[in-house]
């Protein structure tokens, strides 16, 4: 690994980190897209990077504030995190089962998507 490499690295996690607190997006949103473009991954090898790099609790800070002004409902969240870890297994299975360049096209194809409702739609 080289200096720049590093120092791209820590970027991408800075960025990821304050999109992730203030907006709640982070992992897939910026990290993916900034390892393809910048440290030419492949998309399989940067949603799997993305994946690992959450294993740790790196939302424990912002939850955590997030939670002291009241905005957690714990209920909810656990079980969506129950489903998410079924899910993601699930999801994992089917991703590296698909070529490289149809992973990537769903993948941006979601990001549009989504982009569009949240701009157009109420």
Do not use: C, E
Request: charge should be positive.
């Amino acid at each position: 690994m080289t200096l720049t490499q590093m120092i791209l690295l820590a970027i991408i996690g800075l960025m990821a980190g304050i999109f992730s607190g203030s907006l709640g997006v982070g992992g897939a949103i910026i990290v993916i897209p900034a390892l393809i473009f910048f440290l030419g991954f492949t998309q399989h090898q940067a949603q799997g990077t993305s994946l690992a790099f959450m294993i740790p609790p790196v939302t424990l800070m912002a939850a955590i504030q997030y939670w002291k002004n009241g905005y957690v409902n714990w209920k909810f969240a656990l079980i969506l995190a129950l489903a998410f870890f079924v899910g993601g297994y699930l999801g994992s299975k089917i991703s590296i089962s698909l070529p490289d360049n149809v992973l990537r096209k769903a993948f941006g194809g979601l990001l549009l998507v989504v982009a569009i409702k949240l701009i157009f739609w109420k």
